[in-house]
């Protein structure tokens, strides 16, 4: 057992981890794969990156989710408000278990596969829309699609999008002056889904927050701050993630012409090319941080009671131990087994939903357009700058 102690140069998240994250966290695991740092707001963090650590931390019940165990907290940006931060992200069992037990059914892959034609409609219309040759897929697919896909799947209406689009872009904001425009936006996020809400109440739809305002076990029902986080979370999550998890797999089969043509011509399912991208190019880099419930050792490092823990997905599902050659994109891996969408109780709630609409959006966009390329080849990819989520900030292509 081991101490490590705090990087003397502060945060890691502002050098490698952040410009080129795989190289970054492949040094990481070979040299300190619990190492103490700071996060990018001044919080003192501890980063797991092996595979087996990661694993075992995301399903270990001495690890809290919830703010409560805390001993520090960061010092800088757009605090939450206490109405949007009540969702499944930071509770623990009983809370959690009682919640999503509430809302799981309309998770299922049975209620999911429902969505289905409507997912193939919203794609079909906006690839319609692609006009002289070229296009950029995260402006004029991804990000729209998944917009478009979660505000369907809540009962959000059109003419309300708008405003939509303007907080998330805001909340997503990398800029250091970003935290005042990201208060203005929750503010106004929290103040429509109450309005949303109760208007489901009297007004049931055919939508999965209605579902959501409907549901009850025993008697039991979400209040109206639980129902508010979590239309929020799934708002938020299914936006960004889902919008970059296709951006992802386009890219992967663009740079992978075997495997693009293989999903031509039938011979691969696109499924398996998402769960590759889950694995090789996740979306999301970090799991939710834990917070130590009580003085415990991880990876042969002591860590206190209430201290902050993030575990790197990215890294775990490049972690060579676990993965042969994990640097290649290789759709024939057997299926499973990476972190992409979790590990545990806390496993992603809308995994199903994310894969149907990246499996939809990707394979009706290589079909349609046959000689589907990247506009330049040899063009660098520019991602987002984020140390959480990863996805191209733009990616052009021809056909």
Not at 296 to 324: C, H, K, Y
Request: aromatic share 6%.
């Amino acid at each position: 057992m081991t101490d490590a102690a705090p990087p003397s140069h502060g945060t890691l998240f502002g050098g490698e981890l952040l410009t080129d994250p795989h190289a970054g966290y492949a040094h990481l695991r070979a040299t300190c794969p619990v190492v103490r740092t700071t996060t990018p707001d001044g919080a003192p963090v501890w980063l797991v990156t092996r595979y087996e650590d990661v694993r075992a931390a995301l399903a270990d019940p001495r690890l809290s989710l919830s703010k409560a165990t805390a001993t520090s907290s960061g010092t800088h940006g757009a605090s939450m408000p206490p109405a949007l931060d009540a969702h499944l992200l930071n509770m623990d069992p009983p809370d959690h278990t009682r919640v999503r037990r509430l809302v799981a059914p309309a998770f299922t892959a049975r209620s999911v596969a429902r969505l289905r034609p409507a997912i193939e409609r919203r794609t079909a219309e906006l690839l319609d829309r692609f006009e002289g040759g070229s296009a950029d897929v995260m402006r004029d697919f991804a990000t729209p699609l998944a917009l478009t896909v979660i505000c369907d799947v809540l009962g959000i209406a059109e003419e309300d999008r708008r405003d939509f689009r303007t907080w998330t872009d805001a909340l997503r904001s990398p800029a250091p002056d970003a935290a005042l425009a990201s208060r203005r936006a929750l503010k106004d996020m929290h103040g429509y889904l109450v309005g949303l809400i109760a208007g489901k109440r009297e007004r049931p739809g055919d939508d999965l927050l209605t579902q959501m305002v409907s549901a009850h076990e025993d008697g039991d029902r979400l209040s109206g701050p639980e129902l508010v986080a979590l239309a929020f979370l799934l708002l938020f999550a299914g936006y960004d993630n889902s919008a970059n998890l296709v951006g992802n797999a386009v890219l992967a089969l663009l740079t992978h012409e075997e495997a693009l043509g293989a999903v031509r011509s039938g011979g691969l399912a696109v499924g398996r090319v998402v769960d590759e991208v889950m694995r090789w190019n996740s979306p999301s880099m970090l799991a939710s941080r834990r917070f130590a419930r009580e003085d415990l050792d991880l990876g042969g490092v002591r860590i206190a009671a209430g201290e902050r823990i993030w575990m790197s997905l990215t890294s775990a599902n490049r972690d060579p131990e676990q993965f042969e050659d994990p640097a290649r994109f290789d759709v024939g891996r057997p299926e499973g087994g990476h972190l992409g969408f979790g590990h545990g109780v806390h496993y992603c709630l809308g995994s199903a939903l994310a894969r149907l609409e990246a499996e939809t959006a990707v394979g009706a966009l290589v079909r349609r357009f046959t000689s589907l390329r990247a506009a330049d080849p040899d063009a660098g990819v520019t991602w987002c700058a984020s140390f959480r989520n990863r996805g191209p900030l733009e990616l052009p292509v021809t056909w």
